[in-house]
């Protein structure tokens, strides 16, 4: 872990979040670092730095065989009080890409969608022309596309981001719900 000896301090940056978001799934025994950076298009040292730093901040843990163990709590009150201050929505021009936020599943049922241009993370795979809100990663679009329960998770995140308070308190709600099994 990198530590600057001018700045000591240890600080989350977004790929720990979509680590943390794809730990959150199939709360069985974590996947090795190599099948996490395979799947999230990251590196094994990647996954192995952001697990380090949610340890620092006190969202892991590991357990007897040194696997990383998600603590639902901290996380969700991460999400729901800090997220959209440590990694605001960034926007951006019409763009092709795939919907997020209000646009997609599962809060595309719950809000009627506006007259404007839905929220995209630009994607050269993506079916929908909308308004560019860039992921948290740059890797984000093709891991959402390969896991559609991790896409959903990214989806609810995105809407506490970069979301009006209604649709930041119905992503909270539907976290919740999946955090809650």
């Known amino acids: 872990m990198y530590r600057s000896k001018s700045n000591p301090q240890i600080v989350l940056r977004p790929q720990d979040v979509v ?3 794809r730990l959150t799934l199939g709360r069985g025994t974590a996947p090795t670092y190599a099948a996490l950076a395979d799947e999230l298009k990251l590196t094994a040292s990647e ?3 952001g697990v380090e730093r949610a340890m620092a901040a006190q969202m892991v843990r590991k357990d007897a065989a040194g696997k990383p163990a998600i603590l639902l709590e901290p996380l969700r009150l991460f999400v729901q009080h800090g997220l959209r201050y440590c990694f605001p929505a960034t926007r951006g021009e019409m763009t092709r890409g795939v919907p997020t936020g ?8 719950k809000i009627v969608q506006p007259d404007e241009a839905p929220p995209v993370w630009p994607h050269k795979a993506g079916a929908v022309r909308g308004s560019a809100f860039y992921p948290l990663y740059p890797t984000v679009p093709e891991a959402a596309l390969a896991n559609p329960a991790l896409y959903e998770l990214l989806v609810l995140v995105d809407a506490v981001r970069g979301g009006s308070p209604r649709e930041r308190a119905l992503a909270i709600a539907e976290l919740d719900k999946r955090w809650a099994a």
């Open 47 to 49: 996954i192995h730095a």
């Open 19 to 21: 680590v943390l978001l």
């Open 102 to 109: 209000y646009a997609a599943p599962p809060l595309l049922a």
